[in-house]
């Protein structure tokens, strides 16, 4: 069954009559008349009896009428939605980011390609730099954003965003949120909470580490959310990444001397086609003003 017997079928039952579903098909009435009977013959019966001055539907034809409209109206919303995915009218940009990546960080980005691709949904992907990386190959995300993915995949384009620091978070009872300046002796009686989700975490323990912090007994977290809630909770203290947001509830303070910077760096796949949709975003992303970003999170 082809789709143009189909028109062809449904214009001759609205008109009834060939000669006018011919021109309305822009086809000569042989053509269309010879396109029904091949559909009758597939069928197994006549759809019309034809009749002067009107054809008339046959019970096989009035029966078989709602199933091809369903048909035919479902193969022409098929054809819209691949045509709008085409020109990048409707779509899903899929990311891939860490646990430790905050959302914020996209969010002026995304509000901008919502605007610019009517339609568009979003698909955002959560897991550790390994699991980032397994998206990315595997073409479950086009885009990942992580401070490292720890994959040497030939393939994998790579391109830095920003570097920040990582910051010490307590809560505002706490005694160590008076404290303007916050040294490694003040964090060594402190039970710390460990971020075992964090693709930097055994970089930052090891600078902890060299400086006497006993982080091998400390609480082990697995979501930014339970650091922030136990944090609030005075159940322990945390590092966060300088643009992570954090609720009021909280101080921010840098530690002297800390060396536990991270690159943020955004991820794709070399070679590999992307909807218009994820390219524009990289576009956005790599040519942010990163600087101005950072400085607002400071003054905030």
């Not at 980005?109 to 980032?132: A, K, P, S, Y």
Request: with cysteine; proline share 3%; hydrophobic share 40%.
């Amino acid at each position: 069954m082809e789709m143009h017997q189909v028109r062809y079928f449904l214009a001759v039952s609205r008109l009834l009559n060939f000669t006018r579903a011919a021109e309305e098909c822009n086809v000569t009435q042989p053509s269309l008349t010879r396109a029904i009977k091949q559909l009758e013959a597939e069928l197994g019966g006549d759809l019309f009896r034809r009749e002067r001055p009107a054809a008339q539907l046959t019970e096989l034809g009035q029966r078989m009428h709602p199933l091809l409209k369903q048909c035919y109206e479902a193969a022409l919303g098929a054809r819209s939605l691949a045509s709008s995915f085409k020109s990048g009218e409707i779509g899903a940009l899929r990311v891939a980011l860490t646990h430790s990546i905050d959302l914020s960080l996209l969010i002026p980005h995304l509000d901008q390609i919502r605007r610019q691709f009517n339609r568009l949904e979003f698909r955002f992907l959560r897991g550790t730099g390994r699991e980032v990386a397994e998206y990315l190959k595997k073409g479950e995300a086009e885009l990942g954003i992580a401070a490292e993915i720890d994959e040497a995949w030939e393939r994998l384009d790579v391109w830095p965003l920003f570097t920040e620091n990582f910051d010490l978070v307590v809560s505002k009872g706490h005694p160590l949120a008076e404290r303007g300046n916050i040294e490694f002796d003040d964090l060594r009686s402190e039970q710390l909470l460990s971020r075992t989700y964090c693709e930097h975490s055994t970089r930052l323990g090891a600078s902890l580490r060299e400086h006497g912090i006993d982080v091998d007994h400390s609480h082990e977290i697995s979501s930014e959310r339970d650091l922030i809630e136990l944090v609030e909770a005075d159940i322990g203290i945390g590092m966060v990444p300088h643009t992570s947001p954090i609720p009021q509830s909280l101080k921010r303070t840098a530690v002297a001397g800390l060396d536990a910077r991270r690159t943020v760096n955004l991820y794709g796949v070399a070679g590999r086609q992307r909807t218009a949709a994820a390219s524009a975003v990289m576009r956005m992303l790599r040519g942010a003003d990163w600087r101005q970003f950072l400085d607002n999170c400071e003054a905030t």
